[in-house]
């Protein structure tokens, strides 16, 4: 069977090729939507951490019978707070800040009193770099002490 021959099998250049543009087309439509899902997901994040911190320190001021503080840090919210027992250097938990996101707040710390309530209500816009409202979160959290999330901007 020396003069028989067999088809070759595979995939042309040619083909790879189409392939590849169509794969190179695909990833560019792809692209903005996969960095506008990652946006929201840091925002989710950052807005979720921070509610854990206010739960924190509202479950421990009525478990210890102490006011526990919700303190930001010395560059503000968005690069990280602190939660602490009010009166001593007893740091409960302490959070960075989230690369890509805002956090302003109304004020520049928060104390929860023995019986789990906020000496203020406190309003903290979660906002990504890109300014994009719909894409914010608002976490609130009213006298009771208890926080709240919402989307959008406060």
Same mark, same amino acid.
């Given at each position: ?8 099998? +595979?995939?042309?250049?040619? =083909? ?21 899902? $990652? ?26 019978? *102490?006011? $526990? ?7 503000? @919210?968005? *690069? +990280? @707070? ?6 001593? *250097?007893?740091?409960?938990?302490? =959070? ?10 109304? *004020? ?7 019986? +789990? ?5 406190? =309003? ?6 890109? +300014? ?20 959008? =901007?406060?």
């Amino acid at each position: 069977m020396l003069g028989v021959s067999q088809p070759m099998r +595979g995939y042309t250049l040619l =083909e790879l090729l189409v392939t590849l543009a169509i794969v190179a087309i695909l990833a560019t439509l792809a692209a903005p939507a996969f960095n506008n899902l $990652i946006e929201t997901q840091r925002v989710r994040s950052a807005s979720n951490t921070l509610v854990n911190s206010l739960n924190l320190a509202r479950s421990e001021s009525v478990t210890r019978n *102490a006011t $526990i503080k919700l303190e930001k840090a010395a560059a503000g @919210w968005s *690069a +990280g @707070w602190t939660v602490s027992i009010d009166g001593t *250097a007893t740091v409960l938990r302490s =959070e960075d800040g989230v690369n890509g996101i805002s956090i302003t707040g109304s *004020a520049n710390s928060l104390n929860y009193t023995p019986d +789990g309530r906020s000496n203020a209500t406190v =309003e903290f816009d979660v906002v990504p770099d890109s +300014g994009e409202a719909s894409r914010s979160r608002c976490v609130s959290v009213s006298l009771s002490g208890k926080p709240r999330v919402r989307e959008g =901007e406060c």
